[in-house]
């Protein structure tokens, strides 16, 4: 099963950027899409953005397209959420997860998840 570590989140102004990161283990990094979804105190857990295992095609929720741009670096296992034109309602942590199948390329839900990091917080002040 792939681990996944997140970093790189923090307070920023809005407006502001902040790039999160997600590293995995294991060598079927390749091989699954990946996604970043938040939860806000209070919300449920919600989809954010996702990249195909090949990273040919992206998703993104339309609360952050033009906004967020997810991208990923296979030879790092690493995948990067670039938040730009941050809002106050951005914040939340984030989850960095993996899909459940190798060589899909869909957009995920929560019950396509096969792994989930443990979370970084990203706050926005006003």
């Known amino acids: 099963q792939v681990q996944l570590v997140e970093s790189g989140g923090g307070l920023v102004q809005a407006g502001g950027s902040l790039r999160v990161s997600c590293a995995a283990s294991?060598?079927?990094?390749?091989?699954?899409?990946m996604g970043w979804f938040r939860q806000a105190p209070g919300k449920e857990r919600e989809f954010v953005a996702a990249?195909?295992?090949?990273?040919?095609?992206?998703f993104y929720a339309d609360s952050v397209k033009g906004r967020f741009t997810i991208s990923r670096d296979n030879a790092k296992n690493t995948v990067y959420l670039q938040m730009n034109s941050l809002k106050p309602e951005d914040t939340a942590v984030y989850y960095c997860?993996?899909?459940?199948?190798?060589?899909?390329?869909?957009?995920?839900?929560?019950?396509?998840?096969?792994?989930w990091g443990q979370g970084t917080q990203v706050t926005v002040s006003s």
């Open positions: 997860a993996t899909d459940g199948r190798r060589y899909a390329s869909r957009r995920l839900e929560i019950a396509d998840v096969g792994s």
């Open positions: 990249i195909s295992w090949s990273g040919g095609s992206t």
């Open positions: 294991g060598r079927t990094f390749s091989t699954y899409t």
